[in-house]
């Protein structure tokens, strides 16, 4: 028999009666009044299980129901949060257009105008902001699809020690030429490293990197330092020989002024700028969409800064073991299979 919702049995009562009634049969002397009796016994045994399945019935259906209404307040709570992304993001879009467009507006009509002549440093000027405005959407519509999933990512296995010497080589050079320091540092010194790979698309890696740089270079004074550091993760971050690390951190340090406790929970989301970059062009994408890049891959993405001593931007990729059989790539760079 069903039970109620203190787990008691339900129809018990009724059971019981029943129960009763089918010893009692037997007593009946009357053959005629013993069978009516008998008959009358099996239809109300047969009416009290009807009952009990009806019940169990409309019990599935209400706990069913139940089940529908939260999943439909859950999909009105996402509808809603939804809208409201949709009206900051039109708002963000209206602004962050808005003053380039209304800049080259400026300057268009001041020279139709004969006040500033159409000379070659006035039109660069104008052609800049042309080129951030195709920039910003270019940048949210490449943030649109990673935040709704849409991105096909190129996924290759790679063994962390590569990947790591290819970052500095691309992204030493560079910084060096830019008139700064450039350090890095490659802890990955488990003897399991050859048996361990990365399942990443190398060329948005580079893009989260390129961006972590950028942001690097813009907030360091000329002269200063940038620094690459990679290490291995460890499940309670304690490397002995017979652990094998879950992932491999990756982190771009810099010595610049660092960031405030009140801005660094939002300097991932899309168009903020810290106070002291509202001199600097850009629209304030580049860390959102590392942010989804680094999601997309398993990993995660955080921040580390003091003031006056600088910052640290780290993400996480998740490390697999190599498959029997199949191998990644090698110290020369060659290639094994690829994840399509």
Known sequence: MPRDGDGNTLFGRETLVLNSAKAEVVHISAPEARQTFADLTSEYEKLLKVSAKIFKIS????????????????????????????????????????????SIQGYLRAMLDGIVAPDPENLKMVYEKVLLVNQLVEDLFELSKLEFGQPAFDLKRIQPDVLADDLVRRFGADIRQRGFRFESSLALPSPAAGALFLSVDTMRIEQVMNNLISNALKYTAPGGTIRLCFRFIYPDEAPLPQ?????????????????????????????????????????????????????????????????????????????TATPPGVSAYSQSGKKGASEK
Do not use: C, W
Request: charged residues 25%.
């Open 59 to 102: 019990d599935i259906q209400g706990r069913l129901l139940k089940e529908r209404e939260y999943e439909i307040n859950e999909a009105n709570g996402s509808l809603h949060r939804l809208e409201q992304s949709r009206r900051r993001l039109v708002s963000d879009i209206s602004h962050e257009l808005g003053t380039p467009m209304t």
């Open 243 to 319: 652990k094998t690390p879950v992932s491999l951190q990756i982190r771009v340090v810099d010595n610049g002024p660092g960031i405030d406790e009140a801005a660094r929970a939002q300097v991932f989301d899309r168009f903020y700028r810290a106070d002291r970059s509202r001199q600097e062009e850009g629209a304030g994408l580049g860390l959102a969409i590392a942010k989804q890049i680094v999601i997309g891959h398993g990993g995660q993405i955080g921040l580390e800064s003091q003031l006056g001593k600088g910052s640290t931007f780290y993400f996480t990729l998740p490390l």
